[in-house]
């Protein structure tokens, strides 16, 4: 271990390669594999057929045996590659297979069948996407219904924290006013308070509002993020005051200077809140989990959780959903990676 | 902590003007509401109407329920209602810390509670382990003058924005009897594993998927130290012609050492609350082997044939006074370390 | 009828008072300059009036209605703030309509408006850019026109040249001269730089600790400062005042030597005083009619004028302003004379003590 600190520590300037560099690729390199791996190997057999994922050893692509259609025979065949007894080798389609001995068939002269030992013939593959995978569930199961549910609530829960997170920011970083100091204890120390320690009592208000197995009982508790409020308020503490007292200079109303100063000025905090509270909506799980119980109104998470207990054999439409559900993410990180690694690496949240 | 990039002039396209429009437009729709407000009020109390609904919702959805919540542990029943329920006094936190021997669980009398409190630790302690050292790993390297730095800082971060459902199912894949690593360990050799119904094993990969997820967050904060160490620290450390071990020791994980200590106590406050990777990897088994705290909870409250409310409240009481004195002493670290 | 009204205006933080009592009035379409040094309480005077800071006692009039407690934004006031405080995020243009559009202006008037203005200050060209992508000068004339549109009561400046390099800060000053003649608004200026309230002013209020030392037109206060501080602070370089005291027969003694020609009787016999006189009022003359004779320490020739600092026997300081081009070096001696006609005299309070001004007992 130390060895490698050792080498991750040595600083040496441009030009030829030090060992020290060679390590510290080799740690990247593996990190690589750790890292992207699993997600493409996700991505890889989610395409892959039933019959393919049963395979073991696994292939590394989506393979299939091809099939062909015969004259004279009304489903497609298997094609096999068979060595004939003469050493030769021949493609042939599989017509039936009785225990050891394969009745097969020539595509290109359909008139004579040939039999061959069972151990004679190899499988022809050839790579196909099992696209059924992503189609089926979608149109089988509430798949579409659990993307509507949790665009939805992505979407409204992330525009009301914007909403009211900088309200209260502004008013906290902007006025001076009796009580400022217990709203930002009031704020702090909430920061760390994750909903699971008020899970029941939050049920409790949610049931007494009439909101259980409604959206809007995913989307309101949790709209007020503390970290929002602590977050948009840094910012807007960086902004000039003499701006403010510029804005009143110019007759602006209290509302105005919100609205056209100090939101415009907060874009890129703002910026990281979307990023943030689109990732812990689309993300959120143990909530969803105790308040939504009826399959129409689940999210994609909870819906994928429990599509695993009821679909334990059918990794197939498992794998695909899991892409589906993590393609928006995928997205959004490719566009805005930078920028959200700057935005956690400065704020320390996320 | 207030660092974000100043904006960049906006290219002014259509799209631009149109979402300008929609948000004067939003505006005007708010203005004569505020204005009048402002009028009856004056200046003075505009920031109370601008606090006020954030409030209303930190209000009903934060400090009701944290009040509620020790309403709760203090009565018993199974009424959701605490005007319904009879009140008992400590008896539910009297019977949740019933043990025979803190350290044996099975000498509790709610031994499934003990048992995510010995998991949670169990994790907590690996977890704490495995991250820094590999985060700070892979910091290091990061701040190292390397071609495709962005790419390699990517590497490691995108896992933190996936859902932990999406984690978990991925490596549920992978390490499934007939998954890609049991192919691996064959075509090495050895006899199929099966990971989740070993005790040990589960657990492993637990902290594995965990610091999986999350290592590149706690990565970006340590490089952010890092690189806020300044250079010609490192340049007259040089020119005293120090040793790359010495530099690390001396000069590099000392000036960390804020970081450190942050990076330690948010992976630690995490670490308690760790649930939603865990549950969906292993379910909590095999048995209860990977069962933690949050889990007893959410089964004990919504889960189980009984709905113990009391008993979830107790237990949320307890793990949100311990989560309390951990944020109180990480907002005490980043007050020194702005200091 | 006064444009703006103080009466013993306060502003108090806790303890501390920043602002100790002002009363003054300025009339309408006056240019007033508030200098003093930092810390003097002007650039709080100033934003009481704009309503920026609350006012602990006194009254605030502007136009004869009482502003004490109004805030900013009904003020109808215009400020141009030393950092411009141009909103980064709007175009030029957009800036100087901001608060036209606050008030509900038409649309076409505030283009009028604006293009008036953008003319008058050399921005119609600019009028799409953003500030960030102006120079210094630009951006100070944008929040020059910003105020300008306003068509405010009064216009108030803080300190709006002190962000820019000195041949600008000298350009600028004069357009703003230049404005002021052309628009003819009340406008109140914040400097802490004497030649910026010299050139500027109609009339100069002096600020020290709180409260005013002195008000008036830019040269009275150079011929006739009321105070030692205001001696001292207005006049570059400054004023010499060296320690001086009456004799029994009213002359002023200077190091011992009766001052021949100066004013006689301002003060008891014995009292301690203080003989103010510009550099340019000390005059090199022969030996037999000196009243100093100063050791040259520094000189400092600019071409049409020579300073020289020295010091006569008995520690006193001496700057000595003489014409064009001279041949004085350091280490010699140079005997002087002072103009008898341009003597001040400050007794030990400070105040100055003219024939005109009868000794306070």
């Known amino acids: ?350 | 902590m207030t660092l974000i990039a100043p904006p960049r002039a906006r290219p002014r396209g259509p799209s631009a003007s149109l979402l300008d429009r929609f948000g004067h437009a939003v505006v005007r729709v708010f203005e004569p509401p505020f204005r009048a407000l402002q009028r009856i009020l004056g200046v003075r109390r505009m920031p109370y109407v601008f606090l006020l609904p954030n409030a209303v919702f930190f209000g009903l959805f934060v400090f009701l329920p944290i009040g509620i919540n020790l309403v709760y542990s203090v009565t018993g029943g199974t009424a959701l209602f605490p005007s319904q329920r009879p009140y008992v006094g400590p008896e539910q936190y009297a019977y949740l810390l019933d043990c025979g021997s803190y350290l044996d669980p099975s000498t509790c009398r709610e031994d499934h509670f003990w048992r995510g409190v010995a998991n949670t630790l169990k994790f907590t302690v690996f977890q704490m382990v495995a991250m820094v050292l590999f985060s700070l790993l892979a910091a290091l390297a990061l701040n190292r003058p390397i071609r495709g730095r962005g790419f390699f800082r990517a590497v490691f971060f995108f896992p933190v924005l996936l859902s932990p459902v999406v984690v978990a199912l991925i490596w549920k894949w992978i390490l499934q009897r007939d998954g890609l690593l049991n192919a691996a360990v064959t075509s090495l050799g050895g006899q199929k594993i099966l990971f989740f119904v070993d005790p040990s094993w589960a657990m492993f990969w637990s902290v594995f998927v965990s610091v999986w997820a999350h290592m590149g967050f706690y990565t970006l904060i340590l490089l952010a130290g890092l690189q806020a160490i300044p250079r010609d620290i490192y340049e007259a450390a040089e020119m005293d012609g120090t040793r790359p071990w010495r530099v690390l020791t001396r000069i590099t994980l000392p000036l960390l050492w804020p970081n450190l200590l942050v990076v330690l106590v948010l992976v630690l406050i995490r670490s308690v609350q760790v649930f939603d990777e865990v549950f969906v990897l292993t379910g909590g088994g095999p048995g209860t082997a990977t069962q933690m705290i949050v889990q007893y909870i959410y089964t004990t409250a919504f889960a189980n044939q009984v709905q113990n409310f009391g008993l979830a409240a107790a237990a949320s009481v307890l793990l949100g006074a311990v989560l309390f004195v951990l944020t109180l002493l990480q907002l005490f670290l980043t007050r020194r370390r702005a200091a | ?361």
């Open chain 1, 1 to 350: 271990m130390t060895g490698i600190l050792r080498l991750l520590t040595a600083r040496r300037g441009a030009g030829r390669l030090h060992w020290t560099d060679w390590a510290t690729y080799a740690y990247l390199g593996l990190a690589v594999l750790l890292m992207f791996g699993p997600v493409l190997w996700l991505v890889l057999s989610s395409f892959k057929t039933p019959a393919a994922l049963l395979e073991f050893p696994p292939s590394f692509l989506p393979m299939t045996q091809k099939e062909v259609r015969v004259e004279g025979y009304p489903q497609p065949l298997p094609l096999f590659s068979v060595t004939m007894e003469d050493g030769s080798t021949r493609e042939l389609a599989q017509v039936r297979r009785v225990g050891l001995i394969a009745q097969m068939v020539d595509p290109k002269a359909p008139g004579t069948t040939v039999r061959v030992a069972a151990d004679k013939r190899q499988p022809v593959r050839e790579m196909a996407f099992a696209v059924s995978n992503y189609t089926e569930p979608l149109a089988k199961y509430d798949f579409l219904r659990f993307l509507e549910n949790s665009l939805f609530v992505t979407l409204i829960a992330t525009a009301i924290t914007l909403v009211i997170n900088s309200m209260a920011a502004y008013a906290l970083s902007i006025y001076e006013f009796k009580g400022k100091t217990l709203a930002m204890l009031a704020v702090i120390g909430t920061l760390m308070i994750p909903i699971t320690i008020v899970l029941v009592p939050v049920y409790l208000v949610v049931t007494e509002m009439g909101l259980v197995n409604s959206l809007w009982a995913v989307i309101l508790p949790g709209a007020a993020t503390p970290t929002g409020v602590f977050l948009l308020r840094q910012y807007m503490l960086t902004i000039p005051r003499d701006l403010i007292e510029a804005a009143r200079m110019d007759k602006a109303s209290e509302w105005r200077i919100y609205a056209r100063i100090v939101m415009p000025l907060s874009a890129p905090a703002l910026a990281v809140l979307t990023i943030f509270s689109i990732m812990w909506r689309w993300n959120d799980f143990l909530w969803p989990l105790a308040v939504l119980t009826k399959s129409e109104v689940q999210t994609l998470q909870i819906g994928l959780n429990a599509f695993q207990g009821e679909l334990q054999t059918q990794w197939h439409y498992l794998l695909a959903m899991t892409v589906v559900t993590l393609t928006p993410v995928a997205i959004v990180f490719a566009f805005l990676q930078r920028f959200i690694a700057t935005g956690i690496a400065n704020t320390g949240m996320k």
């Open chain 3, 1 to 361: 009828m006064a444009g703006l009204e103080l009466k013993a205006v306060r502003k108090d933080f806790g303890p501390v008072s920043v602002i100790k009592g002002v009363d003054l009035s300025i009339a309408d379409g006056e240019l007033v300059v508030f200098v003093g040094p930092s810390g003097c309480g002007k650039s709080t005077l100033l934003r009481m009036i704009a309503g920026l800071e609350t006012v602990s006692d006194g009254a605030i009039r502007i136009e004869g209605a009482d502003v004490t407690h109004m805030p900013a934004s009904d003020r109808g006031l215009a400020m141009v703030f030393q950092s411009y405080a141009l909103y980064p995020h709007m175009s030029v243009y957009a800036n100087m309509a901001f608060a036209l559009e606050n008030m509900g202006v038409a649309k076409p008037e505030i283009a009028k408006r604006v293009q008036r203005a953008a003319a008058m200050l050399r921005l119609t060209d600019y009028l799409d850019r953003k500030p960030g992508a102006l120079s210094g000068g630009q951006r100070q004339r944008v929040a020059i026109g910003r105020a300008i549109v306003r068509d405010p009561k009064i216009f108030l400046f803080d300190e709006p040249l002190s962000n820019l390099d000195a041949e600008l800060r000298v350009a600028t000053r004069k357009e703003l001269a230049a404005l002021h003649a052309e628009i003819g608004g009340t406008m109140i200026y914040v400097t802490h730089d004497q030649v910026e309230a010299m050139t500027l002013a109609d009339r100069i209020v002096v600020l020290n600790g709180g409260r005013i030392e002195q008000v008036g037109a830019p040269l009275d206060l150079y011929n006739r400062p009321d105070n030692l501080f205001v001696a001292g602070f207005i006049g570059s370089p400054r004023m010499n005042l060296l320690p001086a005291t009456m004799d029994a027969s009213g002359a002023l003694l200077l190091a011992g030597r009766a001052l021949a020609g100066a004013p006689r009787g301002l003060a008891p016999a014995g009292e301690r005083l203080t003989l103010g006189v510009r550099p340019e009022h000390v005059e090199a003359c022969a030996e037999a009619e000196a009243d100093l004779v100063a050791q040259v320490d520094l000189v400092e020739r600019l071409g049409g004028e020579t300073f020289v600092y020295g010091a006569a026997p008995g520690d006193l300081a001496l700057t000595i302003r003489l014409d064009g081009q001279t041949a004085v070096a350091r280490r010699e001696s140079l005997p002087v004379r002072f103009s008898r006609s341009h003597l001040h005299v400050f007794d030990q309070t400070g105040q100055a003590r003219r024939p005109d001004i009868p000794a306070r007992s």
